[in-house]
C-alpha cells in the first residue's frame, strides 16, 4: 500500500471513530439530562432526606458523568450504565424509607403519649391517696381546689420531662402536706 493510501485510511478510521464518539456523547447527554432530571424530582419531593448515601453517589456519579462526557464519551457511557441500574429504584426507596420513617414515628408519639397518660394517672392515685389520709373535711376541701390547680397545670405540660421533674418535685409536697394533718 502507498502511504498515501494507509493515511487516508488512517484519516476516514479517525473520522468514524470521531464520528462514533459524537453518537455516544450525544445519546449519553441525553441520558444525562433525564438522571439529573429525575434527581431534580427526588430533591423536590423531599425523599433526598431519606436516601442520602444513595443521592450522595447519584450526585458523584453524574459529576463524573459531566466531567468525562467530552473528553471520555465511552466512560460516561458506562458511568450512565451503572445509574440507569440503580436510579429507577431510588423513589420507591426513598418513599418506603419515608413510610417507615412516618409509621415509626407515630408508634413513637403514640407510645410517649401512653407514657404520658401513665404517669398523669399515677400523679393523680398519688394524689387522691394522700387526700384519703386526711381526716379533717375542711382541711380537704381547703386542699382540693388549690392542689387540683396544680394537677390541672401539670396535666397540661407536653413535655414528658418536664412532667417527670414536676411529679418528683409534688410528691414530697404532698407528702408534707400529709404529715402536717
Given at each position: 500500500m502507498s502511504s498515501s493510501y494507509e493515511y487516508s485510511?488512517?484519516?476516514?478510521a479517525e473520522r468514524r471513530r470521531q464520528i462514533y464518539l459524537n453518537r455516544i456523547a450525544a445519546t449519553t447527554e441525553?441520558?444525562?439530562?433525564?438522571?439529573?432530571?429525575?434527581?431534580?424530582?427526588?430533591?423536590?419531593?423531599?425523599?433526598?432526606?431519606?436516601?442520602?448515601?444513595?443521592?450522595?453517589?447519584?450526585?458523584?456519579?453524574?459529576a463524573r458523568i459531566r466531567d468525562l462526557?467530552?473528553?471520555?464519551?465511552?466512560?460516561?457511557?458506562?458511568?450512565?450504565?451503572?445509574?440507569g441500574s440503580y436510579i429507577r429504584t431510588m423513589s420507591?426507596?426513598?418513599?418506603?424509607?419515608?413510610?417507615?420513617?412516618?409509621?415509626?414515628?407515630?408508634?413513637r408519639v403514640a407510645t410517649l403519649h401512653a407514657?404520658?397518660?401513665?404517669?398523669q394517672s399515677e400523679l393523680m392515685n398519688e394524689y387522691f391517696k394522700v387526700i384519703q389520709t386526711i381526716k379533717?373535711?375542711?382541711?380537704?376541701?381547703?386542699?382540693?381546689?388549690?392542689?387540683?390547680k396544680n394537677l390541672e397545670k401539670i396535666l397540661k405540660v407536653e413535655n414528658y420531662l418536664l412532667l417527670q421533674n414536676l411529679k418528683k418535685s409534688q410528691l414530697p409536697l404532698f407528702l408534707k402536706l400529709k404529715k402536717s394533718f
Amino acid at each position: 500500500m502507498s502511504s498515501s493510501y494507509e493515511y487516508s485510511y488512517q484519516l476516514e478510521a479517525e473520522r468514524r471513530r470521531q464520528i462514533y464518539l459524537n453518537r455516544i456523547a450525544a445519546t449519553t447527554e441525553e441520558f444525562y439530562r433525564r438522571y439529573e432530571q429525575q434527581y431534580r424530582e427526588i430533591l423536590s419531593c423531599g425523599l433526598a432526606a431519606y436516601i442520602p448515601s444513595e443521592m450522595s453517589r447519584l450526585e458523584s456519579d453524574l459529576a463524573r458523568i459531566r466531567d468525562l462526557l467530552v473528553s471520555d464519551p465511552e466512560s460516561a457511557r458506562d458511568i450512565s450504565f451503572e445509574i440507569g441500574s440503580y436510579i429507577r429504584t431510588m423513589s420507591s426507596l426513598a418513599t418506603e424509607a419515608r413510610e417507615e420513617f412516618d409509621r415509626s414515628e407515630r408508634m413513637r408519639v403514640a407510645t410517649l403519649h401512653a407514657e404520658r397518660e401513665q404517669q398523669q394517672s399515677e400523679l393523680m392515685n398519688e394524689y387522691f391517696k394522700v387526700i384519703q389520709t386526711i381526716k379533717n373535711p375542711i382541711v380537704v376541701n381547703y386542699s382540693i381546689p388549690k392542689k387540683c390547680k396544680n394537677l390541672e397545670k401539670i396535666l397540661k405540660v407536653e413535655n414528658y420531662l418536664l412532667l417527670q421533674n414536676l411529679k418528683k418535685s409534688q410528691l414530697p409536697l404532698f407528702l408534707k402536706l400529709k404529715k402536717s394533718f
